[in-house]
């Protein structure tokens, strides 16, 4: 028998499973996320650009109060 038959219940569950784990990948990634490379300019050696260009992740995380930083590492952000 190719097929088995499976409950409603069990299908949902198993989309609710995947719902919580989605969501529990995404806080997980929230961190490296966040970690924004405003101020890589010129492949992320930040040739160029402004002292204060990295203020952007403050002001973006003033605004949306959610956890944006510069990163320590603009080459892995870009």
Known sequence: MDAMPVRVSQEIGGWAAQIEQGIARVRALSPRIAALAQGGTAAGTGVNAHREFTRVAKRLQEKTRLPFT?????FVSL
């Open 70 to 74: 510069a990163s320590k590492n603009y």
